[in-house]
């Protein structure tokens, strides 16, 4: 069974500034797609960013960045000039084979003015 | 688009009535899934239809928890009868399983309390 292991539980950062958050997985597949997702208040379930294992380079969407290292089994979310509204909770999830998303256990991240 | 909708936003209900959770997926999604959120066990899929039949129902924690997919527009997970540790966040999402990556968009939850 896939696990996704999200090790820090809380983060803040100044508005304005870059953080990044961890997460790390297991599995056996070699063939998997993995996925941050942001939970603001709202409590809607937001999808930021997605990786396919098969590519190498590492996908960005505007001041959203990963760093995919397959081999260590690492899949980090960089945040760059982090705003007010990234306020959230943020779940890592996997997706190999059987179309089950696994997610962590989510890091809450606050945006200090 | 409107995305994934779900009803109602909120319940609350009392241990051993029965309780209906409502979800339409994206249009031209083939694929739903439900989950529950809590605070001790975080984010658990429940079950997943794809094309309408039910396909992986292991999530489902017992008999009391049953769900339908009548038709591609519509779901429904039902409780009965409810436990107060029944209370969480049920979400509903969709997905186009098929066509590449298959990311799952989600609902805006339903909140349930069981007292």
């Known amino acids: 069974a896939q696990t996704v292991t999200q090790s820090q539980p809380e983060m803040s950062v100044q508005e304005a500034e870059t953080v990044t958050l961890s997460c790390t997985y297991d599995?056996?597949?070699?063939?998997?797609?993995l996925f941050w997702y942001k939970q603001p208040p709202s409590r809607q379930m937001i999808l930021v960013i997605r990786?396919?294992?098969?590519?190498?380079q590492n996908a960005t969407e505007n001041r959203f960045s990963v760093n995919f290292q397959k081999a260590a089994k690492s899949f980090s979310l960089k945040i760059s000039d982090s705003q007010l509204g990234d306020t959230a909770m943020y779940f890592c999830?996997?997706?190999?084979?059987?179309?089950?998303?696994?997610f962590g256990k989510g890091t809450l991240l606050t945006v200090n003015p | 688009d409107a995305g994934v909708i779900q009803s109602p936003r909120h319940e609350v209900t009392e241990m051993g009535q029965e309780v209906t959770l409502r979800c339409k997926p994206i249009?031209?999604?083939?694929?739903l899934f439900w989950y529950r959120q809590t605070m001790m066990r975080g984010l658990e899929l429940l079950i997943y239809?794809?094309?309408?039949?039910?396909?992986?129902d292991s999530g489902m924690p017992e008999d009391r928890f049953s769900a339908k997919m009548p038709n591609a527009s519509f779901s429904t997970l039902k409780i009965q009868p409810s436990e107060p540790r029944d209370s969480a966040v049920y979400f509903c999402?969709?997905?186009?399983?098929?066509?590449?990556?298959?990311?799952?968009?989600f609902g805006p939850g339903t909140r349930l309390t069981v007292t």
């Open positions: 999402a969709s997905s186009l399983v098929g066509m590449g990556v298959y990311e799952q968009y």
């Open positions: 599995t056996s597949e070699s063939n998997y797609y």
């Open positions: 990786q396919e294992a098969y590519k190498q």
């Open positions: 999830a996997f997706r190999g084979s059987n179309y089950k998303l696994t």
């Open positions: 249009s031209g999604h083939n694929s």
């Open positions: 239809f794809n094309n309408n039949v039910p396909i992986d």
